[in-house]
């Protein structure tokens, strides 16, 4: 019923990884229906998927007129379909927008990172304009280190990032998170890492909060 995407055309700021404890969230905490579509032919989420053993339908779609073709029926089979774009603003993250309901643009603080944010806001503008409003989009800041000047630098970038919205948390870069997939697990399956669980939920219910 809703699509949310996870999108930013650079490569490495967390699409994958907030994506895949997204689903993981969704599915196995908040008991919903969720499909996924993994736009990005790395198909980390896929394959991350596969490790976990998730009862769930993970669709490959890197195809531009596909996606935007597919994603439409996919949509209807489930309550949240989530889609994880590759790192470019291609085509094909171009015609995921133009299906989504909610884009999540997640960055890391750097000057380079914001840059790039502010071109990802600025293509789903353009695709605002020409579907009356939608996809609705925010900016969540991944990877933080706590006390620095680059946090405080971003956090008050992502605040003029509009139509965007600036997500209130702040996801820390934690070893915890950089390991979850290299063992297949997420953090609510592995030990000492209430801190990044509980971080992603209140995220999460940002996001479902907005997405509705
Ligand atoms: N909060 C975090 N703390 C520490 N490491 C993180 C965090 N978020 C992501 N990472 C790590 O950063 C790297 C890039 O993350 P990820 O693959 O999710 O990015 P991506 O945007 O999907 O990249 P790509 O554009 O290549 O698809 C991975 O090694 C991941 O484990
Ligand atoms: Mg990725």
Redesign the pocket.
């Known amino acids: 019923m809703a699509v949310i995407c ?1 999108t930013n055309l650079k ?2 700021v967390g ?3 907030l ?1 895949l404890h997204f689903i993981y969230w969704l599915l196995a905490i908040k008991k919903r229906s969720v499909a996924v579509v993994d736009a ?1 032919s ?1 198909a ?2 896929s394959a991350w998927l596969e490790a976990l053993e998730m009862d769930i339908k993970c669709h490959r779609i890197t195809d531009p007129d596909q996606l935007a073709e597919e994603i439409p029926e996919l949509e209807k089979q489930c309550e949240y379909l989530v889609v ?4 470019s603003l291609g085509e094909a993250t171009r015609c995921v927008l133009l299906t989504a309901f909610f884009a999540v643009i997640p960055i890391t603080p750097s000057g380079l990172d914001l840059m790039s944010a502010a071109a990802a806001v600025r293509i789903v503008k353009q695709t605002q304009m020409a579907r009356g409003g939608l996809p609705k989009a925010g900016v969540v800041i991944n990877k933080a280190v706590k006390n620095t000047k680059l946090l405080k630098e971003a956090q008050e970038v992502i605040t003029q990032l509009e139509p965007a919205v600036a997500f209130k948390q702040i996801i820390y870069q934690r070893q915890a998170i950089a390991d979850a997939f290299l063992q297949g697990e997420t953090v609510w399956s592995m030990k000492g890492t209430q801190e990044a669980a509980s971080d992603y939920q209140k995220l999460f219910a940002e996001i479902l909060r907005l997405a509705r």
């Open positions: 996870f490569g490495g699409k994958s990884t994506a990005d790395q980390s989420t994880d774009c590759p790192g």
